[in-house]
């Protein structure tokens, strides 16, 4: 079976040959005082202040490689995206989101938001407050899609930004990297996009339909993670916790 098609839940983990009781923890750890949930979208739940953050939403994705290039994608990720996103709202009614950065793929994306797409997010919004994060692709992002705009944001202990300080720092929780885990033995795989953390910081999925992801045993995670990190890999119905001698490079 290839990377794309092995599914990862228990019986994967038993044929892997990876022991349950070193890759199946409780879905979340206490950070900074502050205890995270990570869902299996790749949403962060923090129950105590009733607030989902997801990362990296690339919303618009299809559309803009169609502008820029000309190169056509199915144009229907921002749809996906956020009926994924609708999906977890819906289930844990947050009284508050926040959008981790680079919610649209670039500053122009929410003009071309279909308006059955621009409804979807009003309607995600209404009875909420609503945060977008400035990302890297979306720092200009021109307002009219509701919510409110930050650089970055404090939530009790934590501190929520796009992309990762360089100094190590409690209770940061990023996204920018799009971070996936794999794991490969006795010739199978499977590679799945993962939350990444030393429970000092957590770097988040992106979440987004159409985005790549890069892999956490990468040389630009090892300044972020000196001492090493457990990585939470987003499986079928859970998450798997599995640590990071455990993954396979690219």
């Known amino acids: 079976m290839t990377e794309a098609s092995l599914p990862l839940n228990e019986e994967t983990i038993l044929a892997l040959g990876l022991r349950l009781e070193k890759t199946t923890k409780a879905a979340g750890l206490m950070l900074a005082g502050e205890i995270l949930t990570f869902d299996r979208t790749g949403a962060l739940w923090l129950e105590a202040h009733r607030t989902l953050v997801v990362s990296d939403l690339h919303l618009e994705k299809g559309s ?3 502008v820029r290039s000309g190169q056509f994608l199915p144009p229907y ?18 009284a508050c989101v926040v959008a981790l950065g680079d919610s649209f793929h670039d500053a122009r994306g929410p003009e071309r938001l279909e308006p059955g797409d621009r409804a979807m997010v009003a309607a995600l919004q209404e009875g909420r ?26 939530v009790g202990g934590l501190t929520l930004r796009h992309e990762p300080s360089v100094s190590a720092a409690e209770g940061e929780i990023a996204g920018h990297l ?3 885990g794999k794991v490969t033995m006795r010739g199978r ?41 457990t990585a939470h890999l987003l499986g079928d119905g859970r998450v798997f916790a599995i640590g990071r001698n455990m993954l396979g490079k690219d």
């Open 178 to 180: 799009h971070p996936c």
């Open 64 to 66: 803009s490689f169609a």
């Open 189 to 229: 795989s499977v590679r799945r996009r993962c939350f990444v953390t030393d429970e000092r910081r957590l770097v988040m999925p992106a979440f987004g339909a159409f985005t790549g992801g890069l892999n956490v045993r990468a040389a630009v995670f090892e300044p972020l993670f000196p001492k090493g990190f």
């Open 77 to 94: 990720d921002t749809r996906e995206t956020l009926a994924c996103l609708h999906e977890v709202v819906c289930r844990l009614d947050p």
């Open 129 to 154: 407050d609503w945060i977008w994060i400035a990302g890297n692709h979306d720092a200009a992002v021109s307002e009219g899609v509701g919510g409110r705009y930050a650089a970055a944001l404090a």
